[in-house]
Structure formats: structure tokens, C-alpha cells
């Protein structure tokens, strides 16, 4: 048994969620996986994954075996890497991920001029709005609006971003500006479900302020209720990236900015400070330029 083909096998199967798609994703036939999978199995005298018609799960010496499995396989691809790095051009797989709608907005785009530099290279991008465990997921960089808690990660902070309350000129030239946060709570304010907050939030003389505004629109998507403020329903209270293009063109402008919370960092994430391949390290370069373009990082 070809030891190295069996550990790739089993991390496709883990990463793509099925025998079928591992099969898929790795070019193989479906019989041919499940045979390399029991090989495996049989040869460790474990098993790996608990097999169910609907789903596979990873067993504690599974979990244990991914985990080897992507370091040995991480530590050859960087050695095949670093030869590849005399002809200067990086090539192998990217696995990126970002927040859901700040992806759509920046990654991308950024992504995708990304590859048409570095044409060798291919990337699967995967936009989730929760904080994800690179290293158990196998991800080699992540893009987060959140002040880093995992030590075991490097981050480097290309931005920063800001809760801000905005609002359609005309509607404010026929409603009047507000002046204080209080004074949302007589005004007609665009709800967001979708990002699970309840009230919004402000700052005063360093003390935070809740408040359960209410309005006349309830929408469970933050970019359907950035396109409803620009349209001139109400206030809306966004993070600022989602309505800078909006700011940009005058379709929207800033209330009560004396009033908004700290701002919060964006930061790219990767496991390891080093032995990172040449991809990894001109991608995360690549990335702090854009997005500290795009953020003025």
C-alpha cells in the first residue's frame, strides 16, 4: 500500500465530507477509495471513521491520525515546494477562509486577481461567518474581524473596522438628523436578524449603551438592509465595510459617530510562522496589500 496515497485519500475524505466527493476531488473511482480506506484501516488496526448510510464521523484515533496525516503531508508538500521555488513560480492548493459577506465584498475579488497572477496556484475559498479551527479544518489562511484568541495562531492586523449608523441624505433632510443614540428610539430603524443582535450598540464617555431600536423593516440579510437604507427607509447601523461604497458615492452618510463603539481588527491568520510554502507566503503578502488598501491598514 502506497502509504502517502492512503493519507491523502483519508484527509479527502475528511475534507470533503463523502466517499464520493473524496473520490471526485482526488481523480479516483469511488471503489478504489473505499479499498485504499480499508487498506488503511487494516493496516493500523484501528478504525478511522464511524460509516453510516447518511454520514461519516471521525473517531478518536481518527481525529488523532488526521491530525499526524496533515503535518506529514504539509511537511512533504513543503519539501516538493521549496524545489519548485528555484523557478520562482508557486503552484499547489490554497484552502482560505472569510467571513461570509466580507468575503463576497474583498476576498474574492482579491482572490481571483490572486490566481490570475499566480496561474500554478489554486484556491478553494470558504466563506462561514464563525470562527474556524484552521488547523482541525485544514485551512492554510483565514481572514477575521475579531481580536485573535487562538495563541497557537500568527496574525498579522491589515485594518480596521467600525459599527457605524448611516443613513439616506433625503431621509435626513426630511426627518432631521439625530443627535443622540436616544433618540433612535422614536425613529424608524432598519433590523438586521441576520447578525443576531438584538439592540445596537454605542459608546458614551466610555460606557457602552444598548438600545432596542425599532422601525417599520425587519430583514435577515445585512446586504438587503444596506440596499433598504440606501433606498431611504431608515436608520441602519452596519459594519463599515458593508456600506463603503455607499459612503464613497454620497448615498449614505454617517450620524452619530461621537457615539460609535471601538473599532475592531481584521486580521489574516495562518497556523505556522514558519515553513510556510512559497503560495502561502505570497498569498498572505498579496492580501496585506489589498485589504490594507481596501481598509487603510
Not at 470562527?131 to 482541525?136: I, K, R, S, T, Y
Not at 417599520?216 to 431611504?232: I, P, R, W
Not at 448615498?251 to 459617530?257: F, I, N, Q, Y
Request: hydrophobic residues 40%; neutral net charge.
Amino acid at each position: 500500500m502506497d502509504k502517502l496515497r492512503a493519507m491523502q485519500t483519508f484527509v479527502a475524505i475528511v475534507d470533503e465530507g463523502s466517499l464520493t466527493a473524496a473520490a471526485r476531488a482526488l481523480d479516483s473511482s469511488l471503489p478504489a477509495v473505499v479499498r485504499t480506506l480499508a487498506a488503511l484501516e487494516e493496516a493500523l488496526k484501528v478504525r478511522l471513521l464511524n460509516r453510516t448510510t447518511r454520514r461519516l464521523s471521525l473517531t478518536i484515533e481518527g481525529q488523532a491520525y488526521l491530525d499526524s496525516c496533515r503535518h506529514i503531508l504539509g511537511a512533504v508538500d513543503e519539501a516538493e515546494q521549496r524545489l519548485t521555488e528555484q523557478h520562482g513560480e508557486p503552484s499547489g492548493k490554497l484552502v482560505v477562509t472569510a467571513p461570509v459577506l466580507f468575503g463576497q465584498m474583498y476576498v474574492a475579488p482579491a482572490v481571483t486577481r490572486f490566481l490570475q497572477r499566480y496561474p500554478g496556484v489554486s484556491c478553494r475559498l470558504i466563506q462561514l461567518d464563525r470562527v474556524v479551527n484552521l488547523l482541525e479544518e485544514g485551512i492554510d489562511v483565514g481572514i477575521r474581524i475579531s481580536p485573535l484568541e487562538d495563541s497557537t495562531l500568527v496574525a498579522q492586523t491589515v485594518g480596521e473596522i467600525h459599527r457605524v449608523v448611516v443613513a439616506n441624505p433625503a431621509f435626513l433632510a426630511g426627518h432631521g438628523s439625530v443627535q443622540h443614540p436616544r433618540e433612535l428610539l422614536s425613529a424608524n430603524c432598519l433590523r438586521s436578524t441576520g447578525t443576531g443582535r438584538t439592540s445596537w450598540t454605542f459608546y458614551e464617555n466610555g460606557r457602552e449603551i444598548g438600545l432596542a431600536v425599532s422601525g417599520n423593516l425587519e430583514l435577515n440579510h445585512s446586504l438587503t438592509a444596506v440596499e433598504a437604507c440606501v433606498a431611504g427607509v431608515g436608520y441602519g447601523q452596519f459594519l463599515s465595510y458593508q456600506v463603503a461604497p455607499y459612503l464613497a458615492d454620497g448615498r449614505l452618510v454617517r450620524v452619530l459617530e461621537a457615539f460609535q463603539p471601538p473599532p475592531r481588527p481584521v486580521s489574516i491568520v495562518y497556523p505556522h510562522a514558519k515553513l510556510l510554502p512559497l503560495r502561502t507566503r505570497l498569498f498572505i503578502d498579496w492580501m496585506k496589500r489589498e485589504l490594507g488598501t481596501t481598509l487603510g491598514g
